[in-house]
């Protein structure tokens, strides 16, 4: 409980008992990725502080996210039953899609909404570190399609299953 702060504000809103506030500076970065190893250095600068998780939400959740010059958000991919969501707030980075690339800078935002084949990830091509927030909801029975590698990802029970296109499970 040492990463939280939970303040009385019965007087200000009876129906609600705690307020939570979050210093992201107390949080600890989680560095890598869940992918399957050969995949796994294509994300090495990244490091995520999940926000969302240690305030408790569920129906999404917030990254503080962290890219260090080189590195790429995630591998391109599309969700089949979630939405997601980034914000920009500093350095450039590089946006990926089925359109192309298109430089982000703070203050800038990107959607991605579920269903739609459009494959997306940032990567920052500077000599600076690149932080913004990612913003996701947790329908459950997604499935993430990354179109430019052998890879899938089904969600089951709150966890990530990688397979190959054909199916074939990812050893782990």
Same mark, same amino acid.
């Given at each position: 409980?040492?990463?939280?702060?939970?303040?009385e504000?019965?007087?200000?809103?009876?129906?609600?008992?705690?307020?939570?506030?979050?210093?992201?500076?107390?949080?600890?970065?989680?560095?890598?990725?869940?992918?399957?190893?050969e995949?796994?250095?294509?994300?090495?600068g990244?490091?995520?502080? +999940?926000? $969302?998780?240690? /305030?408790?939400?569920?129906?999404?959740?917030? &990254?503080?996210?962290? #890219?260090?010059?080189? =590195?790429? @958000?995630?591998?391109?991919?599309?969700?089949?039953?979630?939405?997601?969501?980034?914000y920009?707030?500093?350095?450039?980075?590089?946006?990926?899609?089925?359109?192309?690339e298109?430089?982000? +800078?703070? $203050?800038?935002? /990107?959607?991605?909404?579920?269903?739609?084949? &459009?494959g997306?990830? #940032?990567?920052?091509? =500077?000599? @600076?570190?690149?932080?913004?927030?990612?913003?996701?909801?947790?329908?459950?029975?997604?499935?993430?399609?990354?179109?430019?590698?052998?890879?899938?990802?089904?969600?089951?029970?709150?966890?990530?299953?990688?397979?190959?296109?054909?199916?074939?499970?990812?050893?782990?």
């Open positions: 409980m040492g990463t939280m702060t939970f303040i504000s019965q007087k200000r809103n009876p129906d609600r008992r705690y307020l939570m506030l979050i210093n992201s500076e107390l949080f600890p970065a989680i560095n890598g990725s869940n992918y399957p190893e995949f796994k250095p294509l994300v090495a990244r490091s995520k502080k +999940k926000l $969302g998780n240690f /305030a408790k939400l569920k129906n999404f959740g917030v &990254n503080l996210v962290t #890219l260090n010059p080189g =590195s790429w @958000s995630s591998i391109r991919h599309w969700h089949s039953q979630q939405d997601e969501f980034i920009i707030l500093e350095g450039e980075v590089t946006l990926v899609t089925d359109a192309g298109q430089r982000l +800078k703070p $203050g800038d935002c /990107a959607a991605f909404p579920s269903g739609e084949p &459009n997306h990830h #940032l990567i920052n091509h =500077s000599d @600076s570190l690149v932080v913004y927030l990612e913003i996701g909801d947790r329908t459950a029975g997604d499935t993430v399609t990354y179109p430019n590698v052998d890879l899938v990802a089904k969600e089951h029970q709150g966890k990530w299953l990688f397979t190959h296109q054909d199916g074939t499970v990812y050893e782990m």
